[in-house]
């Protein structure tokens, strides 16, 4: 699209081209189901459609930005969830200059809008489509920053990840590698991954390594072509679109494949990867190295739902001592976390606190779990009727039931149907192939439901008058309030499990998903001075906006939609970080 866009008058999905969307609520059923369905096609058909082997006939390009004196430009990652949050990201990005506030530099300090954008992944949430990608990701990001004709449009790179693979990454190719414009970014790339030459012998890379799994040769002879032009001394920014450096403690190999990328096609060069980026974690956590610069940093700020800091390990050695001892790999180096946001300490008393907002927060979880109650509650007392359904059977079960019938009562078969169905997906939240042994937490979760759903039983049978009321009211009631009560409580079950489970590192990401939070948002502002020197800013947001206004008048260039309640205040979230390009050349601060 060329020229100015007509401006809307009016927050509707008519005049924006787009419909807002609320944050996923992960725990739905409904979202539970179509996500799980997802996974396991992706799962089953992905090495059979491995997208990233065809793409090895299209055109190859490597945008250079290398003759510019200086350069700013953005890395955002896992963005288009809840409108809130991912606009009040990307009307920050649009910004033609951000004063940060004291939290890590002067007041007034002005950050110049970047020239280049870099999404890291997650583009879209629960899963790739196209109409996903338009609601979510592309209108808002159109909306903050519409597209004029009055100056050349920054470039915009784009990296999947595992939520633009779910569908072989058909609609990701289609909206970031056609060359289309998003708003006022243009995008440039042809394939699921990128190279581009930055000024002063910089050059910034996107992998894209489908699930962490492996580096198709099409994607291996693109980045070696583009490392022909590289010489000794060379800096390089790699971007992954997941933090594999993080789940080493769990899986030794899981940095296996960023470190082969390394040693064999950037390393041959002389060049060296002065800073790894990374999303998919819904933070931001830096580590530095220690006796050296190199940094390691995820930031996954720009619009989906909060995750954990406070189980984020402190220290990390790379690669693993498992990993060294099976295969060939890089000399260790020792890194140690050196910041984060939220605050560990703020991580922690989210974790546990806000997770006991659960029911409330996925309102169809909370009756999903009472359906599931109430069905055991049905076949127990039904095991327990001497008398058929239509004469009243389950009401005088409800009333003549005793702890021991009813315990004796879950051998029958529906009811053990019941409580085995209640167990086995309590056990399924709690799986991991390599943690096998922590099944028993999920059984004993499923244990306690079955308990729960054993006294609901025998509580309903003490409720005043309620014997009073004829049969089919009985029922009704009980069932209504199964569906209603002891499904609230249940959600609360599953929110206490949640976070006696996340002291093991277990369902960390469910135990904040549940909370859907939206604030503690953010991107990386990044800096390549004329000196050479690359600074790293750390943008952060502490509250995403929650009213919005359009602005029907505004410049061409200016926002669509702007906060109704003040703008979002932007700080730094620690000091800038700067990174030379050569350590023997100029050190950082």
Same mark, same amino acid.
């Given at each position: ?99 940060? $506030? ?96 930055? #000024? ?67 390393? #041959? ?33 720009? $619009? ?54 659960? #029911? ?230």
């Amino acid at each position: 699209m060329t020229g100015s866009q007509q401006r809307p008058g009016a927050i509707d999905p008519a005049q924006l081209g787009f419909r807002p969307q609320r944050s996923v609520r992960w725990l739905a059923p409904r979202e539970l189901g179509r996500v799980a369905f997802k996974v396991a096609l992706s799962a089953a058909f992905g090495a059979y459609a491995d997208k990233r082997e065809l793409q090895a006939v299209f055109h190859a390009t490597v945008p250079d930005l290398s003759p510019r004196a200086e350069l700013w430009f953005d890395y955002v990652s896992d963005v288009g969830d809840s409108f809130d949050a991912t606009y009040t990201v990307a009307w920050l990005l649009a910004q033609e200059q951000l004063d940060v $506030g004291p939290a890590g530099g002067a007041a007034g300090d002005g950050l110049p809008r970047g020239s280049l954008l870099v999404l890291g992944g997650d583009e879209v949430y629960p899963s790739a489509s196209s109409q996903e990608y338009e609601d979510r990701t592309t209108g808002p990001y159109q909306a903050a920053f519409p597209r004029t004709d009055t100056a050349p449009p920054p470039t915009l790179c784009a990296l999947p990840g595992n939520h633009d693979w779910y569908d072989g990454l058909t609609a990701f190719l289609r909206v970031f590698a056609q060359g289309a414009t998003i708003g006022g970014w243009q995008t440039r790339q042809t394939r699921s991954y990128f190279a581009v030459q930055l #000024p002063h012998r910089w050059w910034l890379f996107g992998i894209d390594v489908q699930f962490d799994t492996y580096i198709d040769a099409g994607q291996l002879r693109y980045f070696n072509e583009a490392c022909s032009q590289m010489q000794p001394g060379d800096g390089v920014i790699l971007c992954s679109a997941r933090p594999s450096w993080r789940h080493t403690a769990l899986d030794p190999d899981a940095f296996a494949t960023l470190d082969f990328f390394e040693r064999h096609v950037i390393r #041959p060069t002389g060049a060296a990867v002065r800073l790894w980026l990374s999303g998919d974690d819904h933070h931001y956590a830096r580590y530095g190295e220690v006796n050296g610069d190199r940094q390691l940093i995820t930031c996954g700020t720009g $619009g989906a739902y909060t995750s954990a800091t406070h189980r984020l390990p402190v220290d990390l050695e790379l690669p693993p001592p498992e990993s060294r001892s099976r295969h060939k790999t890089s000399p260790p180096a020792h890194y140690r976390l050196a910041s984060t946001s939220p605050g560990r300490a703020r991580s922690a008393r989210l974790a546990a606190l806000g997770v006991w907002r659960l #029911p409330l927060r996925n309102p169809s979880f909370l009756f999903f779990l009472g359906l599931g109650h109430m069905f055991l509650l049905l076949s127990l007392l039904s095991a327990l009727s001497t008398l058929p359904w239509a004469a009243g059977g389950l009401a005088n079960a409800l009333f003549g039931a005793s702890l021991a019938e009813t315990v004796k009562a879950l051998a029958r078969p529906w009811a053990l149907l019941s409580a085995g169905v209640l167990i086995a997906g309590t056990m399924g939240m709690s799986y991991q192939p390599k943690r096998r042994h922590l099944l028993v937490l999920g059984a004993l979760h499923g244990l306690a439901q079955v308990t729960l759903g054993v006294v609901a039983l025998l509580a309903w049978a003490q409720v005043p008058a309620l014997d009073r009321l004829p049969d089919v009211t009985v029922i009704l009631l009980v069932c209504a309030g199964t569906l209603t009560v002891t499904g609230f409580v249940a959600s609360e079950l599953v929110a206490a499990y949640l976070l006696l489970a996340s002291l093991v590192d277990l369902n960390v990401n469910e135990l904040f998903s549940a909370q859907r939070l939206k604030d503690d948002k953010g991107f990386l502002r990044l800096h390549i001075g004329t000196d050479g020197v690359l600074t790293v800013h750390p943008v952060g947001v502490n509250r995403s906006c929650r009213t919005w206004a359009v602005d029907p008048e505004g410049a061409p260039h200016s926002p669509w939609i702007k906060p109704a309640d003040g703008p979002p205040a932007p700080h730094l979230i620690e000091p800038p970080i700067r990174i030379a390009r050569d350590p023997a050349g100029v050190a950082p601060e």
